[in-house]
């Protein structure tokens, strides 16, 4: 029964994707919307990796409520600890500037900076790289350091991971 649960997940989440980015197959109206909405929420809530993402960044950037907002930021940690890389570089936007839900805790901004950095997300090393280089996020100036994740940012191709 969990193959059929997760096949039909994968075939929600890529009709909900399609309802998304496809203007031609039905006209953009609330109702089109809602129902993309309810098929991206109800993959996120079955634990489809890439659900979580795009869900996720859609609650917390376009969200207006607090909660709603909160929400979005529980999904993309969650696909962050999945191994999403521009989730990752987002939990470490959300805990260097805090939301609602994950206040500032620039001890973690650093880690899932480094983890994204890693994973080849070139804004994650360049942001480690001018904090080290600028004594930012409660890092010490450190030139070597910087110089470090500059290299890594440099080697990593721009147009690979969008910063979500």
Do not use: N
């Not at 929600?12 to 980015?21: D, K, Q």
């Not at 098929?39 to 869900?55: E, I, M, T």
């Not at 805990?95 to 206040?103: A, D, L, R, S, T």
């Amino acid at each position: 029964m969990l193959q059929a649960s997760t096949l039909f997940t994968r075939l929600e989440f890529r009709l909900a994707e399609r309802l998304f980015h496809t203007r031609w197959l039905l006209p953009r109206s609330p109702r089109t919307q809602r129902l993309t909405m309810r098929l991206f929420k109800r993959c996120a809530d079955a634990g489809h990796p890439d659900a979580l993402s795009v869900y996720g960044h859609m609650l917390f950037h376009r969200s207006q409520t607090p909660q709603d907002k909160a929400r979005g930021a529980r999904y993309v940690l969650e696909a962050a600890h999945a191994g999403d890389v521009k989730c990752q570089y987002q939990v470490a936007q959300i805990y260097e500037h805090g939301c609602v839900q994950y206040p500032r805790r620039e001890d973690y901004a650093v880690t899932w900076y480094a983890r994204a950095a890693q994973s080849g997300h070139y804004l994650a090393a360049e942001r480690l790289a001018r904090a080290y280089r600028m004594g930012e996020l409660g890092l010490a100036v450190d030139s070597e350091q910087a110089a470090c994740w500059q290299r890594q940012a440099d080697q990593q191709p721009v147009g690979d991971v969008a910063a979500a």
